[in-house]
């Protein structure tokens, strides 16, 4: 079990910025990736960015060039910072852990709400 708990979450106007913090723990050794997902409402949950622990990245194609993604290992903490925001980036963002045991496991953290202003 993985135990991940957000915060960062808030009101921002647009074009401003956040970070997001997430925390883990439990079975943080087995641990591949960490990474962030956004939902908006009527809309699926989609990847903003993850992080593996060789430090591989990838982003949504959406988010490129103003989120950066970034893992703390001493803290089991990953970052994600978010700069210029659009109003188009609203949504509840969660945190996830990939594990690798006896296969893969997905975890989630309980959201963050993001809300950008125009």
């Known amino acids: 079990q993985v135990q991940l708990v957000e915060s960062g979450g808030g009101l921002v106007q647009s074009g401003g910025s956040l970070r997001l913090s997430c925390a883990a723990s439990g079975a943080i050794f087995s641990i591949n990736v960490m990474g962030w997902y956004r939902q908006a409402p009527g809309k699926e949950r989609e990847l903003v960015a993850s992080c593996s622990n060789s430090g591989s990245t990838t982003y949504g194609d959406s988010v490129k060039g103003r989120f950066t993604i970034s893992r703390d290992h001493a803290k089991n903490t990953v970052y994600l910072q978010m700069n210029s925001l659009k109003p188009e980036d609203t949504a509840i963002y969660y945190c996830?852990?990939?594990?690798?045991?006896?296969?893969?496991?997905?975890?989630w953290g309980q959201g963050t709400q993001v809300t950008v202003s125009s």
């Open positions: 996830n852990a990939l594990l690798f045991r006896a296969g893969f496991e997905n975890y």
